[in-house]
């Protein structure tokens, strides 16, 4: 979370800065997008690092019979030119992980050792919705080529069910909750993501994206309109 503070008046500063400079410079080649332009598109994204860290506590604590589940984050996007190089973007992500397992513990009560077994089930459901720029180079001036760099931020919010037969166990409390030290329970959600685009036959696009907040990596089709 804290790379992202860094990254991001940085960003900021590249989408004002080409903005002031493109309108003294001139160029032959011709942009895949243009001013006016709208692209929507659907993408995949991974790794799911909450099912991730989750398998990781269960080889920790050598849990034997434990199960994970979840599927790769999912997102939604729209962008609009407002300028031959920089767009206004709307997107959601969506991202899901769960497991159960059975845990026993070994207690010594009494003089004597006394096993306590218990179950537990979680899943939980994180919900991202953003709304940033994007900055589109065009120097490189690659056919059907257009690589990117933007920077968005927005709300987060989560949703999750847990079940156990100790009374004593809450989700919120254990390690895997939180990921890489990133409170999931945060409202608050950026992104900062750089990658490219191809254009291809009847405006169809796709995307490669590589990022800090939502999916690390992700793969786009889109539409131009």
């Known amino acids: ?21 493109q309108d003294f410079e001139e160029s032959t080649y011709v942009s895949p997008l243009k001013k006016g332009d709208a692209v929507i598109g659907v993408s995949v994204g991974y790794p799911n ?10 080889n920790d604590f050598d849990v034997v019979n434990g199960v994970t589940r979840g599927f790769a984050p999912l997102g939604i996007s729209g962008e609009f030119m407002i300028s ?7 997107s959601g992500f969506v991202n899901r992980y769960g497991g159960t397992w059975t845990s026993t513990k070994e207690m010594f009560i009494n003089n004597q050792w006394v096993s306590e077994t218990h179950d537990y089930d979680f899943d939980l459901t994180r919900f991202r919705f953003l709304v ?10 690659i056919d ?9 931020v927005g709300a987060s919010e989560i949703r999750f069910k847990e079940s156990s037969t100790n009374p004593n166990w809450r989700l919120r409390d254990q390690n895997y909750f939180a990921i890489e030290n990133e409170d999931l329970e945060l409202p ?3 992104r900062v993501n750089v990658g490219f685009r191809y254009f291809f036959k009847n405006n169809m ?6 990022a800090l907040g939502g999916p690390s990596l992700s793969l786009g089709l889109g539409y131009k309109f």
């Open 205 to 210: 696009v796709f995307t490669f994206d590589a």
């Open 1 to 21: 979370m804290k790379t992202t503070f860094y990254i991001l008046p940085f960003v900021m500063f590249l989408f004002f800065n080409s903005s002031l400079a």
């Open 132 to 141: 940033g720029m994007m900055y589109n180079i065009s120097d490189f001036e």
């Open 188 to 190: 608050i959600a950026f």
């Open 84 to 90: 031959k190089d920089i767009s206004l973007t709307l």
């Open 144 to 152: 059907n080529f257009l690589f990117h760099i933007g920077a968005a």
């Open 49 to 58: 690092w909450g099912k991730y860290f989750l398998n990781r506590e269960f």
